[in-house]
């Protein structure tokens, strides 16, 4: 149906940057919207930002406003993550996600990629 590939995971310095890459290929069409959720050890999975397709209306976790960006390349159906000034509490398995306009749940989902902030 839908999958979905996450890439640029990896180890950074506090205050560094890193770019998260998702790669989207099947049934895109039918996508609405793109999100990325991130899950630490010992802790529940938190979503961090989304994108929608057709607009590229975008909405963000208030702990990485003004920190991290997310874009879409409708061509290219990918969806990336961009994010800045790190924090060791940014370290998590980052996992790139879609739905459909309904249901409104997140169905299909990347195999994750770690990112670890070093202080």
């Known amino acids: 149906q839908v999958q979905l590939v996450e890439s640029g995971g990896g180890l950074v310095q506090a205050g560094g940057s890193l770019r998260l890459s998702c790669a989207a290929s099947?049934?895109?069409?039918?996508?609405?919207?793109m999100g990325w959720f991130r899950q630490a050890p010992g802790k529940e999975r938190e979503f961090v930002a989304a994108v929608n397709w057709s607009d590229g209306s975008s909405y963000y976790a208030d702990s990485v406003k003004g920190r991290f960006t997310i874009s879409r390349d409708n061509a290219k159906n990918t969806v990336d993550l961009q994010m800045n000034s790190l924090k060791p509490e940014d370290t998590a398995k980052y996992y790139c996600?879609?739905?459909?306009?309904?249901?409104?749940?997140?169905?299909?989902w990347g195999q994750g990629t770690q990112v670890t902030v070093s202080s």
């Open positions: 099947g049934r895109t069409f039918s996508l609405y919207r």
């Open positions: 996600a879609a739905r459909r306009l309904v249901p409104i749940q997140y169905d299909y």
